[in-house]
């Protein structure tokens, strides 16, 4: 197929403060006092009606300010990133098992470990590195298989390949489960002895028999009796999931669906066998770890708890709200009922990234103050009260990061900010000067060793332990050891004691994608990654990338023959919400039925106003993954106008 | 609990280097008990984080008993064995092997090879100026990669980076027999009608600069190119979440070349196409 010709866009990085005079107007250059001043007032005027949008691409350090900055400065707890979008459900899942919401296993393990489940993961894609060290297991003997329902470049690697329906997971799960409870193969020991409520959860499972999984997800049910039996008899195991598992309006069901799987086998707390969600984002793990989350405090501390609390209290000298904040799900609901009226949002983008994103602009315009804090005038800074240009986190500041394998490593300034660019921790202590609280940092470092005082599971990763090993996984709460770099191993302790508490089977049902398909939106829309752009291409749209094709609409030969449309040809996509121009992209890989879009390119196609903003309850993620719409060839009219 | 395998116990193996005792765990080749010694042979197939082919032989060491020398990358030591690494018949080797890769490939942007050719007396010009040589015009069929088959050896630590060692994208191998063989792709097809995926972990090996990033080729043909005027800084990836280390080489406060530590737990050197060369947002200023 020729390439088309297309005009990227590219954003240049912004140097210079700007303010609104008044809704409506323009925004027009400032110096940065006067910015400042002016960000300053607009959130002083709606203390406790007010919410801070962290950013998960920024330093753990920048992170630890801005959740400071909301509950010492704000009084509120109305903090979150974009995890939201992505995987909170897993952080939200993996806690309720394990009471941590961090992935079990490191990447090394995946090398030397039996069996690999790829389960909603493109990660040859989305997460190329990380599936090095899965090609490095295959190689040595591991038998992978992927469940998608895009036979993926992933899948390409895959002893078999599970394409189900979307959003079946959780009669994939349960049918795998009920197999290996029937033949026997659950490890019963480990069940007995480190979970709660098997009898119940096998109760649930029960319905779902092979054959019954099969007319549901559409998958055979003896494919599924393999993966089930292969799973379950593996000495060692891994079960690594991404967005397709997580951006559904029960995202966190289908985490706990999967770490399920891993108690009822045995397969996590050992070196090899393990869960492990794949983040998205370079410091989505550590933003939470921060707590830059409505519900944590830094080191994912329980914010109900009282004694936590207090330490935090006597430690900032303030008064830290005993309830969970609003995440950031629950802050565009409440931007509509006026209960949130500014917004201070650092390096996010949630007006081209928020499903029904022309809602999430309505959203955004009706705040008294939005201050937008970033290195480029995105969509969302268009739409500001107050600009402020930042640097560029991950090379012209300095900090730590932490990835999907729980690794703080070093963020290093290597260039130097354009002029005028101002480092985003020095902006967020000007602000708080401004509203009674003289913070000073002399450097990274030094809000590094304040987290430390305060979180146990950091206490021991100095910057300078942190250098000498290449970065340390948490948890590493003393300054002369290091842990092994798997989590929950206490599981498989003999004395009670140790082994602690218990990890609950989450007892979890089936529940549809809410945008379902009929004769008027017949087509099943998902949405996932590219392998050279990056969400919503802010900052992947300035490389020249030979790959790069811009946005298409792709569907199975068989969908583009019945709808009459050719390769390349431009048609118009619409759902409930929403309509948009594609062109189309022909993929033997995806199977009747189902369409695929990414949401790189939203200047040029915006995805996500075809997305549904249907929200997982317990992780307020949206379902994504999951969109009806139809194919309209251009020859007629559009509707309206 | 299962405890962190270790593998089996590995026995040291003690031999002999330069009539030196040695010892190195089994398993090791001489040119880890060479390095361990502190000893300077010189390799260009060989890399850290490859398991070498042997092909360039310039690393050749002289073993008691053998017929003819050994490539110290890949002969592995053994017990009781008497290794030479300076003997004449080995440097008369590593002579020769440089003199037929001077004179038949360019090694202006090969590290050291200027030092080995003085080192061990090597003449190129002793063949002639007529010396086979391909005299093609490097390959610039994309924005991101140069192709310069003047300056390939081929070592193959491309075709093993890009195959199964390590990406498993098998968009290049060797093509042809013989004085023909080359590095190519399926059909000697542009490279962006390859199976290349841009991740750039064949220029990270890459000996002798045949493979380089557009922004250093350009730099290079501008002049403007002083890795000496250039700092190197290892940061973290802002993309996804895996977290890959990244040095950033800066000259004149512009990233002009991205690369990764070998040595790191996470990247073992290698990047996606992201990591690599996503960086020109931040300097678009």
């Given amino acids: 197929m020729p390439k088309r010709e297309r005009t990227p866009t590219t954003y240049s990085r912004i140097t210079q403060p700007m303010v609104r005079d008044e809704k409506g107007g323009p925004l027009r250059a400032a110096g940065w006092d006067e910015a400042l001043d002016r960000a300053a007032r607009g959130l002083a005027a709606a203390r ?141 020991a480990f069940v007995e002895r480190a979970t709660t409520g098997f009898a119940e959860y096998a109760a649930e499972v029960e319905p779902w028999t092979l054959e019954a999984a099969e007319r549901v997800t559409g998958v055979p049910a003896a494919a599924v009796r393999e993966v089930a039996h292969a799973y379950a008899r593996a000495e060692r195991a891994q079960l690594c999931w991404t967005l397709g598992i997580t951006e559904h309006h029960n995202g966190t069901d289908n985490v706990r669906a999967l770490i399920n799987l891993a108690l009822l086998t045995g397969h996590v707390g050992r070196y090899g066998s393990g869960v492990q969600p794949l983040r998205g984002q370079n410091n989505v793990q550590g933003g939470g770890d921060m707590g830059a989350i409505p519900d944590r405090l830094p080191g994912f501390q329980d914010i109900l708890e009282d004694g936590v609390r207090r330490k935090f209290e006597t430690a900032w000298d303030t008064v830290i709200q005993p309830r969970q904040g609003l995440n950031l799900t629950k802050m565009f609901e409440a931007m509509e009922s006026g209960e949130l009226r500014a917004v201070y949002c650092v390096g996010e983008n949630p007006a081209q990234s928020e499903a029904d994103s022309e809602q999430a602009v309505e959203r955004l315009r009706r705040l008294d103050c939005l201050v937008v804090q970033d290195i480029f005038m995105t969509k969302t800074a268009e739409l500001a009260d107050v600009v402020l240009p930042a640097t560029a986190a991950w090379c012209e500041s300095s900090g730590t990061t932490t990835n999907s394998e729980r690794r703080v490593q070093l963020v290093r300034k290597a260039v130097d900010p354009p002029d005028g660019a101002r480092d985003d921790i020095d902006i967020i202590c000007d602000l708080a000067t401004r509203l009674g609280h003289p913070w000073k940092y002399a450097d990274a470092e030094s809000v590094w060793d304040e987290l430390r005082s305060l979180s146990p599971q950091h206490h021991g990763m100095t910057y300078e332990r942190l250098r000498d090993n290449q970065g340390i996984q948490w948890p590493c709460p003393d300054l002369d050891r290091i842990g092994p770099g798997f989590l929950h191993g206490r599981l498989w302790a003999d004395d009670p004691d140790e082994r602690g508490r218990r990890a609950p089977f989450g007892i979890v049902r089936h529940d549809p994608p809410v945008d379902e398909t009929d004769d008027r939106f017949p087509l099943r829309l998902t949405t996932g990654r590219r392998l050279d752009s990056y969400n919503t291409g802010v900052q992947s749209g300035s490389y020249a990338s030979p790959l790069r094709r811009g946005e298409y609409v792709e569907l199975c030969p068989e969908d583009a023959e019945r709808y009459g449309v050719r390769a390349g040809e431009r048609v118009r996509v619409a759902s409930r919400r929403g309509e948009v121009e594609a062109p189309v992209w022909i993929d033997p890989a995806l199977r009747p039925g189902l369409a695929f879009m990414a949401m790189h390119f939203p200047d040029e196609v915006d995805t996500n106003k075809l997305t549904i903003e249907a929200n997982d309850p317990i992780a307020g993620t949206a379902e994504f993954k999951a969109s009806a719409i139809r194919i309209e060839r251009l020859t007629r009219p559009a509707v309206g106008s | 609990m299962t405890a962190v395998p270790l593998g089996p116990p590995r026995r040291l193996v003690e031999f002999t280097l330069d009539g030196e005792p040695a010892r190195v765990p089994e398993g090791a080749t001489i040119l880890d008990a060479c390095r361990a010694a502190g000893k300077d042979v010189p390799t260009l197939c060989e890399g850290d984080t490859l398991t070498p082919k042997n092909a360039c032989r310039v690393c050749v060491v002289e073993v008691e008993g053998g017929r003819t020398l050994a490539p110290a990358c890949s002969r592995r030591a053994e017990p009781g064995m008497e290794v030479h690494t300076g003997t004449e018949r080995a440097r008369h080797s590593r002579k020769v092997v440089l003199e037929l890769l001077a004179s038949a490939t360019d090694l202006s942007t090969t590290p050291r090879a200027a030092e080995w050719l003085e080192e061990y007396g090597a003449d190129p010009m002793r063949y002639g100026p007529e010396a086979a040589r391909l005299g093609e015009e490097p390959k610039v069929d994309n924005d991101l990669y140069v192709r310069d088959y003047d300056k390939c050896i081929q070592c193959y630590k491309c075709v093993d980076a890009c195959g199964d060692q390590w990406q498993n994208s098998f968009a290049i191998s060797i093509a042809g027999r013989g004085f023909d063989a080359r590095v190519s792709t399926e059909h000697d097809a542009p490279l962006t009608d390859s199976a290349c995926v841009y991740c750039g972990n064949c220029i990270e090996v890459c000996p002798t600069g045949a493979l380089s990033f557009k922004s250093e080729f350009d730099m290079r043909e501008a002049g403007t190119w002083q890795e000496s005027a250039q700092t190197r800084t290892t940061t973290v990836c802002a993309y996804c979440g895996v977290g890959c280390n990244v040095t950033l080489h800066v000259q004149d406060n512009e990233i002009v070349k991205v690369t990764s530590p070998h040595d790191n737990p996470v990247t073992h050197g290698n990047l996606c196409i992201k990591g690599r060369f996503g960086y020109q947002h931040v300097q678009q200023r």
């Fill in chain 1, 48 to 188: 406790g009606a007010f919410g801070m949008f962290s950013c998960s691409r920024a330093t753990n350090e920048m992170n630890y300010v801005a959740q400071k900055f909301t509950r010492v400065v704000m009084g509120t707890n109305n903090v979150d990133s974009c995890n939201r979008t992505c995987h909170a459900p897993s952080v939200a899942g993996l806690a309720a098992a394990f009471g941590s919401g961090g992935g079990t296993s490191s990447y090394e393990e995946v090398e030397h470990t039996d069996v690999v489940l790829m389960w909603g993961s493109n990660a040859r894609f989305a997460h190329p590195i990380f599936f090095q060290h899965v090609l490095k297991g295959i190689r040595n003997g591991a038998r992978m298989y992927a469940v998608d329902p895009r036979r993926t470049s992933t899948a390409e690697w895959a002893e078999s390949w599970l394409g189900l329906n979307v959003g079946t997971d959780i009669p994939m799960a349960h049918a795998i489960a009920r197999e290996i409870i029937h033949a026997g193969l659950h490890n019963e």
